[in-house]
């Protein structure tokens, strides 16, 4: 099952609402927030990839209150 953790970026002030709706996309399976450059890491779990992508793109880089991602892919077989 493909994985992937996105760091998000979000406005100054906003992290809880948007952890709140991260935990409201059922393939997000994690939320935290995070010291340093980014606010939040998400963990994300999709039966297949064009489903992963279409979570990422669709819902998460549109929600209101997020600035910018950067997504990390685990690669199968090594984990």
Sequence with gaps: MPIAF?????KMGSEQSVIGQLKQIEPVKEVSGTFGSYDILAKIECPNNHE?????TNKIRNLELVRGTLTLMGIDGQR
């Design 6 to 10: 996105v760091l998000l970026n979000c």
């Design 52 to 56: 992963l992508n279409s979570v990422i």
